[in-house]
Each structure stands twice: as structure tokens, then as C-alpha cells.
């Protein structure tokens, strides 16, 4: 019985050998296919956020403008690009500013140079390329707001408006 063993396993040799010469390169081209989806869903994945970001971002920024819009009397832009919101209801806060938001350096900032609105990830490179606050011709409390943004990261872009009506009993300038 030894014998036959030993002569099976001489008649073998170099199965091992085949075997591997036919798998490697099989396993080597699975393994390349698999770095390869890896990597390329990897980058669509940071896409997709950074896309994610960029309407979030823009979506936030309006929310606030429209609030800020819809708690004030009085929208004006002045010559440097600032646009105020002014609120007159009561005597005490006449004149005085109370929201400003304007661009610069691609970001939205509020109030102050120190608080943008956007660019806080820099995942997207959120850049806004234009920002408007008009009234409308016919309608003397109605105000039109458009903000439009790119992400630098996959070179998107994204446009957000809206359309504001202040009541009757705020002063519509």
C-alpha cells in the first residue's frame, strides 16, 4: 500500500505548479477589477457629497435671506454691494440695520466679514458666483431673491430664487 501511495502522488507533481499559473493571473486581473471599483466609487462617493453640500448650503443661506426678508420693511442695496434689511415697526430700531448680507471671496457672509453663510466645508468648495435681492417694477412690496453657487470640487452649479411678499403693514419702500 505505501508504494501506490508514493507513486500517486510522483505521478502528481506539478499540479501545484499549473494550478498556479492559471489562477494568479486570474486573481491578479479580480484584484485590479476590485482596486479599481473601490477607487472609482470612493470618488463618486466625495462627488456626491461634495453635490450634497452644495444644495444644502444654498438651501440654508435662503432660508435665512427669506426670513431675514420677511421680518424687515425696508430692502435696500447700498453702493458696495451690501444688501440691508431694515425694520421700522418699532420706534426704537428705526434706521437701524438689521440684517446685512453681501459677497465676497465667493462666500455669502452675514452681518459680519468673520460669519459666512457659506464655504464651511471645504469637501464641496462651495463658491457663490452671484447673489441678488431685487424689487419688483410693479408690485412695491414684492422682492426677488436669486443666489447661485459652484462647487469647486465637481464644478456644478446650483441656482436658488424665490419670491418675497411683505405684508401691507410693513413700509414696502
Do not use: N
Not at 425696508?74 to 440695520?97: C, F, L, N, W
Request: charged share 20%.
Amino acid at each position: 500500500m505505501i508504494r501506490r501511495q508514493h507513486r500517486r502522488a510522483c505521478g502528481e507533481r506539478g499540479v501545484v505548479l499549473t494550478e498556479l499559473a492559471v489562477s494568479l493571473p486570474i486573481f491578479a486581473l479580480l484584484l485590479t477589477f476590485l482596486v479599481f471599483a473601490l477607487v472609482w466609487g470612493w470618488r463618486s462617493y466625495q462627488r456626491t457629497a461634495a453635490d450634497a453640500e452644495l444644495r444644502q448650503e444654498m438651501q440654508i443661506a435662503m432660508a435665512r435671506i427669506t426670513e431675514s426678508v420677511l421680518s424687515s420693511s425696508y430692502v435696500a442695496q447700498d453702493t458696495q454691494g451690501i444688501y440691508r434689511m431694515r425694520h421700522s415697526m418699532e420706534e426704537k430700531h428705526v434706521g437701524t440695520p438689521l440684517d446685512s448680507y453681501w459677497l465676497t471671496g465667493g462666500g455669502l457672509v452675514y452681518q459680519t466679514s468673520a460669519a459666512p453663510l457659506t464655504g464651511g466645508y471645504a469637501g464641496a468648495g462651495v463658491h457663490i458666483s452671484s447673489f441678488s435681492i431685487r424689487p419688483d417694477a410693479q408690485c412695491p412690496r414684492l422682492y426677488h431673491i436669486e443666489m447661485t453657487g459652484e462647487s469647486v470640487a465637481t464644478g456644478r452649479s446650483c441656482t436658488t430664487a424665490t419670491s418675497v411678499y411683505l405684508r401691507e403693514d410693513q413700509g414696502g419702500r
